[in-house]
């Protein structure tokens, strides 16, 4: 049983708000990249530093709404689960990946076997005996 407690699912002013000026934000950064580069005197370097500062600050704004709470939850709560997992070592890898070599490999060669039986079989077999 979950202990957190139940957060509302719907989504509020505030946060429809926050939402929006993060996404003018974000479409002012974009603007405001290809504005100045018309003039030719601002580095394309440093036009793509403001639109990564407009993207981060859009990012920060989109954090404090209940959507960006569940996305940093959601995020944290992955982080705790990638640290149980138990990666193989490399041993078992290599191990792993000749079987996987060894089994493909017999398989198109059974594969390429009943291929060679079946045409045999159909061209010459079969279809000499209707002709």
Do not use: C, H
Request: hydrophobic letters at 55%; a positive charge.
């Amino acid at each position: 049983m979950n202990t957190k407690a139940e957060q509302p699912k719907g989504t509020n002013a505030a946060d429809i708000g926050k939402l929006v000026l993060a996404l003018l934000v974000l479409v002012a950064g974009i603007v405001a990249y290809s504005w100045l580069g018309r003039d030719g005197n601002i580095s394309s370097s440093v036009r793509l530093l403001g639109v990564l500062a407009a993207l981060v600050l859009a990012l920060a704004i989109a954090a404090f709404t209940a959507l960006g709470r569940r996305v940093r939850n959601f995020i944290a709560e992955s982080q705790f689960e990638m640290r149980k997992v138990v990666w193989p070592t490399r041993d078992e890898t290599i191990k792993t990946t000749g079987i996987i070599i060894l089994v493909v490999i017999v398989l198109s060669l059974l594969l390429g076997l009943i291929d060679l039986i079946l045409k045999s079989v159909i061209l010459d077999w079969l279809l000499k005996l209707g002709g």
